[in-house]
């Protein structure tokens, strides 16, 4: 590994309702998480890269596709409803408890296939250069539906979510009826990644602690398979060789079964 003390966490429950047991569906040849697994052992940045899960038949495909799978997650904190803060904190805990030497985690959800090793490491530059002024590095990007265009609804009118202070703006006129190239850049959190500090998760009692800088993610690197119509986007990217998935260099989890059986 080329640095000490840094672990990959890939959050993976079972349970999943948009698509059912997304995390282990086939996208391609592989089950959606071993490219995830495979990106990030193949980035050689991680000491470790441990699968926390609830479900022995993911700790099993985590575990052919060379990832840690030391404990399963108790179900409290896997559920579609758990905060992230909850089964970070445990899996910390118990990786604490095993004696293992890390200062630094970063999260790979594994519903980001198009993150790759060159996507690990530019990410990991990133934060290393900024770690003495940051708690955490968070993948964002451009925010498509942007917020000054949002509105509750109040059960009689709607109202928007964002003050649309008009002396704001040059043109004395409410953000939501500006055209979107007149309004301020927003960024939006995505699934790709996020690296922190271990200390920082235990003092803030959060998975970013207070000082966040920003990861911008390129092309397709943050996109977030969680529903059927994010699958056919990744099946169509991958058809269109639009972008390409984490190398996987052993054969596929069931096909490798079928031959051992």
Known sequence: MVNDGVIALIPARSGSKRIANKNIKYLANHPLIAYTICS???????????????????????????????????????????????????????????????????????????????????????????????????????????????????????????????????YNQPFHSMQYSSLPEIFVQNASLEIVKKSSVYEYKTISGNTIAPFFTEDFEGIDVNNEIDWLVAETIIQNQLASLPEIKIKPYKIQENIND
């Not at 030391?70 to 095993?98: C, G, M, V």
């Open 40 to 170: 990030a052992l193949n980035s050689n940045i991680f000491d470790s890269v441990v699968v926390s899960t609830d479900s022995q038949e993911i700790a099993d495909i985590s575990k052919y596709y060379g990832a840690e799978t030391p404990f399963l997650r108790p179900a409290e904190y896997a559920t579609d409803k758990s905060p992230d803060f909850d089964w970070l904190n445990f899996t910390l805990n118990k990786l604490d408890e095993l004696k293992l030497n890390y200062s630094y985690v970063s999260i790979l959800r594994p519903t980001s296939p198009f993150r790759n090793e060159s996507t690990l490491k530019r990410a990991w530059n990133e934060f290393i250069l900024n770690k003495d002024d940051i708690d955490s590095l968070r993948a964002v990007e451009l925010c498509g539906q942007h917020p000054y265009k949002m509105w509750e609804y109040d059960g009689k009118f709607i109202n928007p979510i964002i003050n649309q202070n008009t002396k704001s703006n040059k």
